[in-house]
């Protein structure tokens, strides 16, 4: 691996850190709440509202805005909510199975439900805006023969 492959699988890693780290926060905020420790769920709600921004340090590096459109985007999460319920909960369904652990099992099968729920109302998403996504395009595409014509003349 080379020191740029590494640095990106590194950012991933970070940002899936920081976005745990994040979560994570909200639910222990969530059972100290519940637990009569409003100032200890308040530690944890602020902490985690800095956790966002660090895992989004790390997305601005990941995708960058000048690489990304909102096309790229659904395109993306439609990938990884597919990649959700056609590989990896149902990989993790099967050796809960083995496992005997039907409370896991029962929870991906929710999961697995959710996104493709998720997935489809993105494809909704991106085919309503694919006309508009179509003329943007036609339109930078004009900008662009427009600038080159004009260097064509320096
Ligand atoms: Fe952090
Ligand atoms: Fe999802």
């Known amino acids: 691996m080379n020191s740029a492959n590494t640095t990106l699988h590194n950012l991933e890693s970070a940002f899936a850190g920081e976005s745990m780290a994040h979560i994570k926060y909200r639910y222990f905020a969530k059972l100290a709440r519940k637990a009569g420790f409003e100032e200890v769920a308040l530690a944890f709600e602020a902490t985690a509202e800095q956790e966002v921004m660090h895992a989004f340090g790390h997305l601005d590096l990941l995708y960058p805005a000048a690489s990304m459109t909102p096309q790229r985007a659904l395109e993306i999460a439609i990938e990884g909510e597919t990649y959700e319920y056609t590989e990896m ?57 427009h600038y080159k014509d004009v260097l064509a003349t320096l």
Not at 132 to 144: G, S, T
């Open 89 to 145: 909960y149902p990989k993790f369904r099967h050796l809960a199975i083995e496992e005997g652990n039907n409370a896991a099992v029962a929870e991906y099968d929710e999961q697995i439900a959710e996104s493709k729920i998720h997935a489809k109302q993105f494809k909704r998403t991106l085919d309503l805006a694919a006309k508009r996504f179509a003329a943007l395009a036609k339109v930078e595409e004009r900008h662009a023969k």
